[in-house]
């Protein structure tokens, strides 16, 4: 009787525990008001293929003039593919890239369908 519950027991801790390994985990649910400072404060990226000027601006080395050309450019050409993709804007170089990665993320823009 004893070596049964003691199975029982085993069984249901197993379970348990199993339960808590392999649940679904949810993320964070972020404010839709959320500003660029706080998005920079909670480690979050800016993404520079929606990001406006004002938003750019909140980026430790991106200051007024930059986050215009990079609007600009983007609106010129195109969202950009990647982070690294910031070098074609005129201003931006390596090292300007390398210090704001931490910061800006280049994420994936949907196209428009085709009619």
């Given at each position: 009787?004893?070596?049964?519950?003691?199975?029982?027991?085993?069984?249901?801790?197993?379970?348990?525990l199993l339960y808590?390994?392999?649940?679904?985990?949810?993320?964070?649910?972020?404010p839709a008001d959320?500003?660029?400072?706080?998005?920079?404060?909670?480690?979050?990226?800016?993404?520079?293929?929606?990001?406006?000027?004002?938003?750019?601006?909140?980026?430790?080395?991106?200051?007024?003039?930059?986050?215009?050309?990079?609007?600009?450019?983007?609106?010129?050409?195109?969202?950009?593919?990647?982070?690294?993709?910031?070098?074609?804007?005129?201003?931006?170089?390596?090292?300007?890239?390398?210090?704001?990665?931490?910061?800006?993320?280049?994420?994936?823009?949907?196209?428009?369908?085709?009619?």
């Open positions: 009787m004893e070596r049964e519950r003691i199975a029982w027991l085993s069984l249901a801790l197993l379970s348990a808590v390994l392999v649940r679904p985990h949810r993320a964070p649910v972020l959320l500003t660029s400072e706080n998005r920079l404060a909670l480690g979050l990226a800016i993404d520079v293929n929606v990001a406006g000027t004002a938003e750019l601006e909140s980026v430790p080395g991106i200051g007024p003039t930059r986050a215009a050309a990079i609007v600009a450019d983007r609106e010129r050409v195109g969202p950009f593919a990647d982070v690294d993709a910031l070098e074609r804007v005129k201003g931006i170089g390596p090292a300007t890239v390398e210090s704001i990665r931490p910061y800006v993320t280049a994420g994936a823009v949907q196209s428009e369908p085709s009619p």
